[in-house]
């Protein structure tokens, strides 16, 4: 099954905010997340596991509520590299991505 | 760098041929996955390898098998190829099986079944 991302997608303008949502129906161990640009191959950003340890980026950062297997992904004062589409992927070993966020900052 | 090479960006097939997609990873990654990618949808997972001869479904396996007779490869085999398997696939590895480890991508195999 897999995970939901919301919003489908968000338009901003340089220096905005967003914040991307990613909701399970399964147990959650770890999250990761993605980002691909037009053309190119999907790039990690992150990982977030349970406890609180997270791996990655250090200019996005994300939140990983274990209970309610929702994580989100955070962006500040969003440049115009960070336009692409967002997934969020889950699974110990099977790993299943979601539906897909596309991003767009515009100048 | 690791390295995660699909053997054709573009590939047009027609209806009814087997095709065979190559994926092939050289940081001797344990786990390789195939993924396709539809607008709206998000990637989904066809199948994946966790070692040498051993394959799981994902969650959409029909119409499609795969082989790994060697770790470094990986392929994607659609035995008869229909037009509404036309779609971008995406070959994916890791290093482990552990939960905290990032898969690398391939750039991806556009296929077109006419």
């Known amino acids: 099954q897999q995970p939901v991302q919301s919003p489908q997608a968000v338009i901003l303008r340089e220096g905005e905010d967003a914040v991307i949502n990613c909701s399970s129906s399964?147990?959650?161990?770890?999250v990761h997340w993605y980002r691909q640009k037009h053309g190119e191959a999907p790039v990690f950003l992150m990982i977030l596991l349970k406890g609180g340890e997270q791996k990655g980026h250090d200019k996005i950062s994300a939140s990983f509520n274990e209970k309610k297997q929702q994580s989100s992904l955070y962006l500040t004062a969003s440049q115009l590299s960070y336009s692409g589409t967002y997934f969020c992927g889950t699974g110990f070993q099977k790993l299943v991505f979601g539906t897909g966020t596309r991003l767009l900052v515009s100048p | 760098d690791v390295k995660v090479t699909q053997s054709s960006r573009y590939l047009v097939k027609r209806t009814g041929e087997k095709v065979f997609l190559e994926c092939v990873q050289d940081m001797d990654h344990e786990n390789m996955f195939w993924y396709r990618q539809d607008p709206g949808l998000g990637l989904r997972l066809i199948y994946f390898?966790?070692?040498?001869?051993?394959?799981e479904k994902g969650d959409i396996p029909e119409g499609y098998s795969v082989s790994r007779e060697k770790k470094e490869r990986f392929s994607l085999i659609l035995e008869s190829a229909s037009t509404n398997q036309t779609s971008m696939y995406l070959c994916?590895?890791?290093?482990?099986?552990?939960?905290?480890?990032?898969?690398?991508f391939g750039q991806g195999t556009r296929l077109t079944v006419v």
């Open positions: 994916a590895s890791s290093p482990s099986t552990g939960a905290d480890t990032e898969a690398f």
């Open positions: 390898s966790y070692d040498v001869k051993m394959k």
């Open positions: 399964k147990a959650l161990y770890s």
